[in-house]
C-alpha cells in the first residue's frame, strides 16, 4: 500500500487527539476511535457509569465491536464527543462513521481498519468470518469492504441513530 494514499491532517470533524505511544507508520492521521477505558481515564468515570451513559445517550457515538459469541461488550467511543463534549455533535450517522473511516477508497486493509477501531487482526479475522463485515483475501492480505466496514459499525451503533 502507498502511504500518500492516506490523508495527512485530521478529517474537520476529527480532533486531534494525540497519537498512542508505538502507532504505525500507516496511522498518519489521529485516532477517531478510543477505547472504553481510554474514554474511562479522561471522564474519570466507572465502567458502569460509562455504560450507563452509552445506554441511555448521553455518549451517543459509542460502537459495540464485540466478536459473535462474546459475552462482554467491546465498545469504541468517537474521541471528539470524549475529548470535546461541547461541541455539537447533532450529525447524521453516515457523516460521523464516514469521518471515522476517513477514507473513500473502496478496499482497506485489514491493518488499517484495526488501527481505526482499535482492535487485533484476529479479531478482524473472526468478524470476517462470521460474516459481520465483507471481504477478501488477496495475496496474503485480508482486504475489506469499506461499505460493509459502514454498514457494520451502523449496526453497532450503541447511543444514537440519526
Not at 484476529?122 to 475489506?144: F, K, N
Request: glycine share 6%; hydrophobic share 45%; charged share 25%.
Amino acid at each position: 500500500m502507498n502511504t500518500a494514499d492516506l490523508p495527512a491532517e485530521p478529517t474537520a470533524l476529527c480532533l486531534a487527539v494525540p497519537r498512542p505511544a508505538g502507532a504505525t507508520r500507516l496511522m498518519r492521521r489521529r485516532p477517531a476511535l478510543m477505547s472504553m477505558d481510554a474514554a474511562r481515564y479522561l471522564l474519570g468515570l466507572r465502567t458502569a457509569e460509562m455504560v450507563e451513559r452509552i445506554e441511555s445517550g448521553v455518549l451517543r457515538w459509542a460502537f459495540d465491536v464485540r466478536s459473535p459469541g462474546a459475552a462482554a461488550a467491546s465498545w469504541r467511543l468517537w474521541a471528539r464527543e470524549v475529548v470535546a463534549p461541547d461541541l455539537p455533535c447533532d450529525l447524521p450517522s453516515a457523516t460521523v462513521v464516514s469521518a471515522i473511516l476517513g477514507t473513500g477508497r473502496p478496499w482497506m486493509r485489514c491493518a488499517e481498519v484495526c488501527d481505526l477501531l482499535w482492535c487485533s487482526p484476529q479479531h478482524l479475522t473472526r468478524l470476517w468470518e462470521a460474516d459481520e463485515l465483507a471481504g477478501e483475501i488477496r495475496v496474503h492480505t485480508l482486504w475489506l469492504d469499506r461499505l460493509k466496514i459502514e454498514d457494520f459499525l451502523l449496526r453497532r451503533l450503541g447511543g444514537y441513530r440519526a
